[in-house]
């Protein structure tokens, strides 16, 4: 079955480093891929999403590029601020598995002042 | 627009009973999915219901079920509580016919601790 693999946490920066959450998956067909974020407290909310090969998403700042041949999905952001600390979640969604969304286990991310 | 709404935030059961949790989804959308939260095995799918009709279902023993009723709002019932069913659930709404491109809106989730 589809299955999501994101590197463990925690991931401590100082603000304004570079960020990198590496994200790869396994899919028997042709996935959307998302990234969600968690802030204490909180649900999930949509961060960014691409649904095809070679699609980027992006949004505040934030960015993943959808990349079929290596099966990654990695999010980046240039500059990170104390207010980006929570965690991040990669996923995806596939037609063949009834549009399930299936979860990786979560990257929690502490940005330190 | 008002987001997705589980009732209660919070509850504490004892090993043995039964809880019922509840989602009021966004309006307009009419898929409902619930996810259980747990820091040892994170985000796992326990089912999702589309028009009253469930029509995914996770690897949960059948002391988990759930229902949607005809305004979209869905419950989810857990009997005969275990101690590891402590967890953070959420529920998830989509709009009227997700596919696999579409994202889902999650509620704050239920926190339930079974003692």
């Known amino acids: 079955g589809n299955s999501v693999t994101q590197m463990e946490g925690p991931v401590t920066l100082s603000e304004e480093a570079f960020l990198t959450i590496n994200c790869t998956y396994t899919a028997t067909g042709y996935p959307s891929l998302f990234w969600y974020v968690q802030y204490p407290g909180e649900g999930l909310q949509l961060l960014l999403k691409?649904?095809?090969?070679?699609d980027k998403g992006s949004n505040k700042g934030f960015e993943a590029t959808y990349r079929k041949e290596t099966t990654s999905f990695h999010l980046e952001k240039g500059s990170v601020q104390v207010s980006d600390s929570a965690v991040y979640f990669c996923?995806?969604?596939?037609?063949?598995?009834?549009?399930?969304?299936?979860f990786g286990k979560g990257t929690r991310l502490h940005i330190l002042p | 627009k008002a987001g997705v709404t589980q009732t209660p935030r919070y509850l504490i059961k004892t090993r043995g009973q039964q809880v019922t949790l509840s989602c009021s989804p966004i309006s307009g959308h009419r898929s409902v999915s619930w996810y259980q939260q747990t820091p040892g095995q994170g985000l796992q799918f326990l089912f999702e219901y589309f028009s009253e009709t469930q029509r995914n279902k996770g690897n949960f023993p059948g002391r988990f079920s759930g229902r949607q009723f005809s305004n979209s709002r869905s419950e989810m019932n857990v009997s005969t509580l275990e101690l590891g069913d402590s967890a953070l659930y959420l529920c998830?709404?989509?709009?009227?016919?997700?596919?696999?491109?579409?994202?889902?809106?999650f509620g704050q989730g239920t926190r339930l601790t079974v003692v």
């Open positions: 691409a649904t095809k090969a070679d």
């Open positions: 998830a709404s989509s709009p009227i016919d997700r596919g696999y491109e579409t994202e889902a809106f």
């Open positions: 996923a995806l969604s596939d037609k063949i598995e009834d549009d399930k969304i299936i």
